[in-house]
């Protein structure tokens, strides 16, 4: 639409203007918002932008491939991609308090997107450039719970970069914060980003890390990727992405039950639906799934995911309930 064009066209316009010729850093979490401020970007400025992407391998299923691949050749955005799993993964381990997790997940991701960040000025100081600016996908629902002033926007998660230390200041540009989310996708349709990115459900920064009831291993989040890659493909064949929230997939890691599969008996792990339907994730209701399409995510994750044999629904509002298990 002509608003959405306009919108483009005026911040693609005040990006340029305010950064001029210097160069800029943005950190990719594989959500909506730094994509489509990461995009912007680009489209205004091109390769005066690096983009940093932290794999911490508490992503989705194939979140990873459409950042590196998909977003990349949606945008041409020039990407240094880290591979941080396995210290993500020693520095998770043993833990299984939620607030001792996010603060664990949190202190990394600064850790590893300050070395990257280093990288990315290092390499522009060789080139006799400097990098001045600091790209973060802050939207006005954001900046108003933060009170509003500049660079104020250090809210909830970890991929807002708050924590960088002295020697490593940048200003800040966020040209999402005018918008509301619903903008912001369309902003990034307009900008050409694939459906996958743009549609994508609202995900926790801590990620899988806080959907897996116990310890956080490797062969764990191999299973819960496995089981919401499932829940998430038959909502989308059931059309009903736009109308749910989110549905986090919850592994009770440390929870078993006899079940039958195949011919012997099983004793494995239970997978949580957590079926939402929400404006805003303050408050939400538990959504009223069509039984055929849980009666279809139910026998795909038992049937392909062999340490699954068993899968419940959660029909507990917000309040009381929160919408992520942890
Ligand atoms: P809760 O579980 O509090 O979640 O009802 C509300 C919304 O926030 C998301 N969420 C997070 N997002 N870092 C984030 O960036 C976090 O630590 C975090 N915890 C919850 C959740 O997915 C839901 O959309």
Redesign the pocket.
């Given at each position: 639409t002509w608003t959405m064009v306009n919108i483009v066209d005026e911040t693609v316009a005040a990006i340029r203007e305010k950064v001029g010729s210097g160069r800029l850093v943005c950190g990719l979490s594989g959500?909506v918002d730094s994509a489509v401020a990461a995009a912007l970007v680009q489209r205004a400025v091109g390769d005066q932008l690096t983009c940093v992407f932290v794999d911490h391998g508490l992503l989705r299923k194939g979140e990873a491939e459409q950042v590196e691949r998909d977003f990349v050749a949606a945008t041409g955005v020039s990407l240094k991609v880290v591979d941080a799993q396995k210290r993500f993964l020693d520095a998770l381990a043993g833990v299984t308090d939620p607030e001792e997790k996010?603060k664990i997940?949190?202190r990394e991701f600064i850790r590893v997107f300050e070395q990257a960040a280093r990288e990315v000025v290092a390499d522009a100081g060789a080139h006799g450039e400097t990098v001045e600016f600091l790209v973060q996908g802050t939207l006005y629902p954001d900046v108003v719970e933060s009170g509003g002033g500049e660079g104020a926007a250090n809210i909830?998660?970890?991929?807002?970069v708050g924590g960088l230390p002295d020697d490593l200041q940048f200003q800040l540009v966020e040209p999402l914060r005018a918008l509301f989310k619903d903008e912001v996708r369309r902003v990034g349709e307009e900008l050409g980003l694939p459906a996958e990115i743009v549609w994508r459900?609202?995900?926790?920064?801590?990620g899988l890390g806080?959907r897996i009831i116990g310890e956080v291993t490797a062969e764990r989040l191999d299973i819960l990727r496995e089981a919401d890659a499932i829940a998430r493909e038959e909502l989308t064949l059931a059309g009903l992405d736009r109308d749910i929230?989110?549905c986090?997939v919850v592994l009770l890691a440390d929870v078993r039950s006899v079940g039958v599969q195949g011919d012997g008996r099983t004793y494995g792990h239970p997978v949580v639906l957590r079926p939402v339907s929400?404006e805003d994730?303050?408050t939400?209701d538990w959504s009223r799934l069509p039984y055929d399409v849980l009666a279809r995510i139910s026998t795909r994750i038992t049937n392909e995911v062999r340490e699954i044999n068993r899968v419940v629904l959660d029909v507990t509002s917000?309040p009381p309930?929160?919408?992520?298990?942890?």
């Open positions: 959500g996010r997940i949190g909830k998660s970890h991929h807002n459900q609202p995900f926790p920064g801590p806080i929230w989110q986090p929400s994730a303050m939400a917000k309930g929160t919408i992520e298990w942890e």
